[in-house]
């Protein structure tokens, strides 16, 4: 079987813009190091609060998607990241700029969920097709964001026009997963969300990087920094009551 373009097409934009918004900040961290007037230390926040909330986002959205639709969550997961990018465009502060990075976490479940539409739709064969073409996607935006954010940041005269650029693409995301193109999954699967699960493991998670962040200013051997990586990898703690409850 083919892959249909009227469903295919729409999903490969998804997956470049992916790439695209996630590689360009590689590039733009210095730009955005200086226009926010911040350290590199806590510039390394701009890329782990997305990392944070992209390791819990793609499980989550996957599940949900499973759940109720692979094409509603995919549009609620743009929606999201739409919010992200205006927040990071308009910040005036580092507080706010790490807010819209938050927002900008489900970004990393573009790719799963649009996994989860084509096998829905397509058989065996096309769905294989499918998802290279879904990953040669995501490779090819990365690649081209990373290679082209910084170069516009100079010529459009700073960072700023450059988000304001990508918030704009990200909008546009936005409105096309609304095309009638995209069908809705047919089978949806049984069961919950848990909830709990996913909070329990942000909160790890932010346990284990804060603590990794202060170990050069605080010492690697410290009581905060050696009990804050414990409970953040499953000791006693959020991560680690969590586990202690599964079956």
């Known amino acids: ?78 929606g999201t990241v739409t919010v992200g990018s205006l927040l990071c465009a308009l910040a005036p502060t580092l507080e706010v700029f790490l807010a819209g990075r938050v927002l900008l976490g489900p970004l990393s479940s573009l790719l799963p969920l649009s996994v989860g539409l084509v096998r829905d739709r397509l058989d065996t064969a096309g769905s294989r097709r499918a998802i290279s073409l879904l990953a040669a996607a995501l490779i090819l935006g990365a690649t081209a964001g990373t290679a082209t954010a910084g170069p516009l940041a100079s010529v459009a005269g700073g960072g700023r026009t450059v988000l304001w650029n990508l918030a704009v693409l990200a909008t546009a995301g936005f409105a096309l997963a609304f095309t009638p193109r995209i069908a809705e999954t047919l089978r949806l699967a049984s069961g919950r969300m848990d909830w709990k699960g996913a909070v329990l493991l942000g909160l790890g998670l932010t346990l284990l990087l804060g603590s990794v962040s202060q170990g050069t200013e605080r010492g690697w051997l410290s009581p905060l920094v050696l009990r804050g990586a414990a409970a953040g990898t499953g000791g006693p703690g959020p991560v680690g009551a969590f586990l202690a409850a599964q079956p």
């Open 1 to 78: 079987m083919s892959v249909p373009s009227a469903l295919i097409g729409p999903l490969l934009a998804f997956v470049l813009l992916d790439g695209f918004l996630q590689g360009s900040v590689v590039s733009l961290l210095p730009v955005i190091r200086d226009a926010l007037h911040i350290g590199t230390g806590q510039a390394m926040w701009i890329t782990a609060a997305q990392f944070l909330s992209a390791a819990v986002c793609v499980p989550a959205f996957g599940r949900l998607g499973d759940l109720h639709g692979h094409r509603r969550i995919l549009r609620v997961a743009l």
